[in-house]
C-alpha cells in the first residue's frame, strides 16, 4: 500500500458544530476538539475525518463552501485549525478534512464574478446554460440535476448540485450534446482540476494529512456509466499529490470501491447509497438485530457475496471501508440495541479495510426523533446532536443556555429537550428513558464504550485483524446464523502467518456452523460465554461474539 500507517488505522468522524463548544456560543469548534483529542486517543483512534470547516453559508451545513482557503468564523481561525492539526499529531493521530468538490455556496465571490457579463478568469469556472434554453441530457448517470435562473447578469442559468444554494462548479461533460457545454478534456474543465489541487496544497501545507471528498463520482457531468472522465480526474490529481504530498491520503464518497480505488482513491466507503446501499448490516439490512434474526428478514450472505466481489476486483489497490454511522444516516443505535451493537463494533474492529467510528457511536448515542431540519439536514439532522460527555448542564457539551445550543440534546428518549426546566437526565449507558454519556460508561467493563475500546485494542495488537490482512469467509448462509470468517496476517505483517477467526451471533438462540478443525484459544469474547467446538461442529451461544487465535 502507498500509506503503511492506513494498515492500522482506525478513524473517528467529527461532526465539528456538535462535538465540543469551548466559548459557551451553543456550537462546537475547534478548540473543543483539541479538548477532546485525548478521549478520541484513548479509544484507540488514530485518525480522524472532520466535516467542512471552510467558510460557508450554512445551507448545508458546510457542505456549500464560500472560501476554500478559509475556515468558518465559528470554529476558528485558520491558525486555530493548524493548531488542531498540531496537537492531533502530538498525539500520534492524522487528521482528514472533507473537501467538497462539485459545488460553491451560491454566494462564493467566485460564483458571484462568473454572473457577470462582462467575461473574466470565473466566467467558465462553473455550468451555465442560456436562459431560454431547456438542455437535453443524456445520460441517466451523475447528470447536472437543476438549473437556476434570474440570479445574474449573464443572460444564462447556473447548473446546481443537491440544493439549489449549491452551484456547481465546471469539470466539464464526458457527453457534449449542446453549445454551452465543454468537454472534459478542455481548457475550461482542467481549471477545475486545477483549483482543487491548489486548495488541496494549501491545507495540507497547513498540517492537514489528507481529504475525504464528498460526492467524488459526480464531478464530470453527462460520464460514461464507468465514471470514465472523473476517474482520469481523479488519477490526475493524485499525480499531483504524488509529487507535492506523497503521504496525503484520499477516500472517497463513492460507494463503488471498484471504480473509486481504480480512480485512485486510497478508502472507499461502504455507503447506505448507490451500489453498495444494501451492505449495511447496521440499518437497511439489520442482520446484528435480534428482532430482525427473529423474523427472519436479515441475510448476511448477500453481504458476503458483493462484498468478496469489491474484495476481489481491487486487491492490492486501496481499503474497503465500513463506517459504524455518518452525519448523512440514521444512528446505529435507532435499529440496535447497545448489547447489538457490542457485536456490530465485534464485526466492524475485526474486517479488512479501515473502521470508522461517528461520533457517539461508541457510547450508544440516539438518533434523535421530530427535530426540525437545521442547515439543509432535513431527515439527516437527528444523526447530528450534540455529543454526550456527562451528566452536567447540556450533557459536558456546552456552556450555554440550552436554547441556544446548534441542535437539541437526546432528551433520554430519542426525542428532543427543548425546555429550560433545570431538570437532570440520569447518566446511564443505555435507553430506559436515560441518556448515555462518556463518563458513566468509563470504567465500566459491561458499556458499549469499553467494549469498543477493547475491539479496538485487540485490532491494533493483531496484524491479521488490520486492514491489509486476508479474509475468508467460514460459514456465511442465507437468513442463518452464526456469521464465521477467517483473517490472516499478510506475508510482509510483522506477525506474518498470524490466523485469527471470528464467529458473531446476533440471533436469540444458540447458532451452529461445520468448522473442520479446533479454531484455537480464544482471544475475545463479546456476550456472556465464548464460543466453543467439538466433533466438527461451532456453536456460538446467543448474542455473542468470539475471537479465536489459531
Known sequence: MRHEWLNDAVFYEVYPQSFQDSNADGIGDFAGIVSRLDHIAGLGCNAIWINPCFDSSFYDAGYDVRDYYKTAARYGGNEDLRHLFDEAHRRGIRVLLDLVPGHTAIDNP???????????????????????????????????????????????AAAVNCFSTQVCLNYGFG???????????SPEAEGGRLLLEDIMDFWLGLGCDG????????????????????????????????QTHPDAVLVSEWGNPKEALHAGF???????????????????????????????????????????????????????CIPSGNHDMVRMRDTLTPDEMKLAFAFLMTMPGCPFVYYGDEIGMAYVHGLKSKE??????????????????????????????????????????????????????????????????????????????????????????????????????????????ERTATADANAAGERIIVAINPSGTDATSPLEAAPGAVLHTVGRSPATWADGLLTVPAGSATVFIV
Open 110 to 156: 467566485w460564483f458571484a464574478e462568473s454572473c457577470k457579463d462582462e467575461r473574466n478568469a470565473w466566467t467558465d469556472r462553473y455550468i451555465w446554460r442560456p436562459i431560454g434554453q431547456t438542455p437535453s441530457l443524456n445520460s441517466p448517470y451523475e447528470s447536472v440535476r437543476g438549473f437556476i435562473g434570474g440570479i445574474a447578469e449573464r443572460p444564462d
Open 376 to 485: 439543509g439536514g432535513y431527515e439527516r439532522t437527528g444523526a447530528r446532536t450534540p455529543m454526550q460527555w456527562d451528566d452536567s448542564t447540556n450533557a459536558g457539551f456546552s456552556a450555554a443556555r440550552r436554547t441556544d445550543l446548534y441542535l437539541p440534546l437526546d432528551d433520554g428518549t430519542g426525542h428532543a429537550a427543548l425546555a429550560d426546566t433545570g431538570e437532570r437526565i440520569a447518566a446511564a449507558g443505555t435507553s430506559d428513558g436515560t441518556r448515555p454519556n462518556v463518563a458513566a460508561q468509563t470504567g465500566d467493563p459491561s458499556s458499549l464504550l469499553e467494549t469498543v475500546r477493547s475491539l479496538i485494542a485487540l485490532r491494533h495488537a493483531h496484524p491479521a485483524l488490520q486492514a491489509d490482512g486476508g479474509i475468508r469467509f467460514l460459514y456465511a448462509e442465507d437468513h442463518a446464523y452464526p456469521l464465521v470468517y
Open 175 to 185: 457527453t457534449v450534446t449542446e453549445d454551452w457545454q465543454f468537454a472534459a478534456d
Open 266 to 320: 486510497d478508502m472507499d466507503f461502504l455507503l447506505h447509497f448507490g451500489p453498495s446501499h444494501y451492505l449495511d448490516l447496521f440499518r437497511d439490512n439489520p442482520w446484528f438485530s435480534a428482532v430482525a434474526a427473529a423474523a427472519g428478514t436479515a441475510d448476511v450472505r448477500a453481504f458476503v457475496d458483493t462484498y468478496r466481489s469489491m474484495v476481489d476486483d481491487t486487491a492490492g489497490e486501496g481499503y474497503i
Open 211 to 242: 481529504f475525504r471528498v464528498d460526492m467524488a463520482a459526480s464531478l464530470v457531468k453527462e460520464d460514461t456509466p464507468d465514471h470514465q472522465w472523473t476517474s482520469l480526474l481523479w488519477r490526475r490529481i493524485r499525480e499531483h499529490l504524488d
